[in-house]
């Protein structure tokens, strides 16, 4: 996914990359995003809003600290005028979904939600790449316009569903499946996929659910020691969660509990004490560390293996300042 955002940030720096840096199935309980294709091997997900309003990062004062940046940048007040876009009052959330691999192509799409005035944003956009000189095609699609740029040799598709929706993506049907709706009520995630998503419930400020594809597998066989686990892996889930303590946690579903007791071993065997030893030269530090390591929560149960961390102000204050 980083590869198709760096690919892609010049035609898409408004809708994604620019914006971002702004701002420094099984029933489930949260719905993916509409607009992405049933077909997805990844997909993942940022709450901008709830990142802003989150208890943990007011009392470190990161979103005032992020608000004075943003007003202090002459670059960041130019684009918020040309654009119309407040990164602090305008974004709500950013999905992207993908699949495929940097070696064979990515099919990616990256749907970002918020308060948007088109005619500003595309006239930025024209005249920032007439700037550097990338060409800029628009494409008529039921009424819709839909512009495209290559970049890098692979071309991107950008379209305004509404004024509170924008689509890109590296495959024009995205672009216009979108336009017309996105999934149907009978297309539907793959198993491992709603499995994964069973486990977001829209309250993570970020989240993220990955299928483990015959190409990862492959990856994961180079090594004896991960061959086994990436015949059984089924997908990973990754969330996390701001309130007044931060909240981490990793999840891997498996296809038998073998597997899922195979993986507990060797993170709290070898993992965990791998990373103590990483910290291990810095005594103040290391003792901090060690203490949020120690008080990872691993668990097996069935055909899951879950990783929880939980940080409290007071935990984060000392992995700041290790010598208070």
């Known amino acids: 996914m980083?590869?198709?955002?760096?690919?892609?940030?010049?035609?898409?720096?408004?809708?994604?990359?620019?914006?971002?840096?702004?701002?420094?199935?099984?029933?489930?309980?949260?719905?993916v995003d509409k607009l992405i294709p049933a077909d997805v091997e990844s997909v993942f997900g940022i709450q901008f809003k709830q990142i802003l309003e989150a208890p943990i990062l007011k009392k470190f004062g990161?979103?005032?600290?992020?608000?004075?940046?943003?007003?202090?940048?002459?670059?960041?007040?130019?684009?918020?005028?040309?654009?119309?876009?407040?990164?602090?009052?305008?974004?709500?959330?950013?999905?992207?979904?993908?699949?495929?691999?940097?070696?064979?192509?990515?099919?990616?799409?990256v749907i970002?939600?918020?308060k948007f005035n088109p005619a500003k944003i595309t006239k930025t956009i024209e005249e920032k790449a007439k700037e550097v000189g990338t060409e800029i095609k628009v494409i008529n699609e039921g009424g819709k316009?839909?512009?495209?740029?290559?970049?890098?040799?692979?071309e991107v598709f950008l379209s305004f569903v509404d004024n509170n929706a924008i689509v890109a993506s590296t495959v024009k049907d995205h672009v216009i499946s979108a336009l017309k709706g996105g999934r149907g009520s009978s297309e539907k995630f793959a198993g491992p996929m709603e499995a994964g998503l069973s486990k977001i419930t829209g309250?993570?400020?970020?989240?993220?659910?990955?299928?483990?594809?015959?190409?990862?597998?492959?990856?994961?066989?180079?090594?004896?020691?991960?061959?086994?686990?990436?015949?059984?892996?089924?997908?990973?889930?990754?969330?996390?969660?701001l309130t007044d303590v931060v909240k981490a946690t990793l999840t891997a579903y498996t296809k038998d509990d073998?597997?899922?007791?195979?993986?507990?071993?060797?993170?709290?065997?070898?993992?965990i004490p791998f990373a103590k030893l990483?910290?291990?030269?810095?005594?103040?530090?290391?003792?901090?560390?060690?203490?949020?390591?120690?008080?990872?929560?691993?668990e097996a149960k069935d055909k899951e293996i879950s990783v929880q961390i939980r940080a409290t102000e007071e935990d984060i204050r000392k992995l700041i300042n290790p010598g208070e």
């Open 2 to 31: 980083l590869h198709f955002v760096k690919k892609t940030w010049l035609f898409t720096a408004l809708a994604i990359a620019t914006l971002g840096g702004l701002v420094a199935s099984p029933a489930r309980a949260v719905d």
């Open 278 to 298: 990483m910290v291990s030269g810095d005594p103040k530090n290391a003792r901090n560390v060690g203490k949020v390591l120690d008080a990872l929560k691993v």
């Open 203 to 241: 309250k993570e400020v970020l989240w993220s659910v990955s299928v483990i594809t015959e190409e990862a597998r492959k990856q994961m066989a180079t090594q004896e020691q991960f061959k086994e686990i990436g015949e059984n892996l089924n997908s990973i889930t990754l969330t996390l969660g």
């Open 112 to 114: 970002l939600r918020g």
């Open 62 to 109: 990161i979103d005032g600290l992020a608000r004075l940046a943003v007003e202090s940048s002459d670059d960041a007040q130019k684009l918020i005028k040309a654009t119309g876009i407040n990164p602090f009052n305008d974004l709500d959330s950013i999905t992207i979904g993908s699949s495929g691999n940097p070696e064979k192509g990515i099919k990616a799409v």
């Open 258 to 271: 073998k597997t899922a007791t195979k993986i507990k071993d060797l993170l709290t065997d070898q993992g």
């Open 145 to 154: 316009s839909i512009w495209t740029a290559a970049a890098q040799g692979q």
